[in-house]
């Protein structure tokens, strides 16, 4: 019976089960065999985030801007003597950065605001554990999934370049190379059309 109360044919829904059948005997299986093989991911997939201690500076932007509150960070100040400064410098020591997974949503937003290129993703995902607590992953074990993060890719030949290589660039081609600014200062101005 249709859902307008006619009467279908018999045996109809049979033959398309059928037919249904067919079509995906004969189509290829989609279906990985994971774990004995292992997923093509995309090389910037979202698997895990990934710390590169000496990067950070303790600036606690990525733990005030994650929406879930799951970054934990705890640090002490350091005095470091420069010699020939006139007083001792301070410095943030790190001593506890964690990352609750249990709580994470994985929107990057920590990785997007960290200034220091201290927070990377990596494509790891194999880090699922029994209990839910388990999930507190701390320095130690976010450091040792740097190795697995891809690098970066490789920069637009036609793009600008960035802050770094135009500096080093002014910087080897001696006191006297013209700075964007400089350049920009000596550009005439574009007449006004009709004037
Ligand atoms: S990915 Fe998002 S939710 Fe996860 S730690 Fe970073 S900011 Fe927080
Ligand atoms: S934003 Fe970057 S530098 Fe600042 S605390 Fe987080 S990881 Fe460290």
């Known amino acids: 019976?249709?859902?307008?109360?006619?009467?279908?044919?018999?045996?109809?829904?049979?033959?398309?089960?059928?037919?249904?059948?067919?079509k995906t005997m004969t189509r290829r299986s989609t279906t990985q065999q994971y774990p004995d093989v292992q997923p093509e991911l995309p090389p910037r997939s979202r698997g895990v985030i990934a710390l590169l201690e000496e990067n950070c500076t303790v600036c606690m932007l990525c733990a005030r801007e994650c929406p879930d509150w799951c970054i934990y960070i705890d640090s002490h100040k350091e005095e470091v003597v420069v010699p020939g400064a006139a007083r001792a410098r301070q410095r943030n020591v790190l001593d506890r950065f964690d990352i609750d997974f249990s709580l994470c949503m994985y929107c990057g937003i920590c990785i997007?605001?960290?200034?220091?290129?201290?927070?990377?993703w990596s494509p790891e995902f194999e880090y699922s554990e029994l209990d839910v607590l388990d999930l507190l992953h701390d320095k130690d074990r976010l450091g040792a999934w740097m190795p697995?993060?891809?690098?970066?890719?490789?920069?637009?030949?036609?793009?600008?370049?960035?802050?770094?290589?135009a500096t080093a660039a002014r910087k080897a081609a001696g006191p006297g190379a013209p700075t964007a600014a400089r350049t920009a200062r000596a550009r005439p101005e574009t007449p006004e059309p009709g004037k």
């Open 1 to 22: 019976m249709s859902e307008h109360g006619e009467r279908s044919a018999p045996g109809k829904g049979l033959v398309n089960g059928l037919a249904v059948t067919l």
């Open 112 to 120: 997007e605001v960290c200034p220091f290129d201290a927070l990377h």
């Open 148 to 165: 697995t993060v891809p690098p970066p890719p490789a920069h637009d030949v036609l793009g600008e370049p960035s802050k770094e290589e």
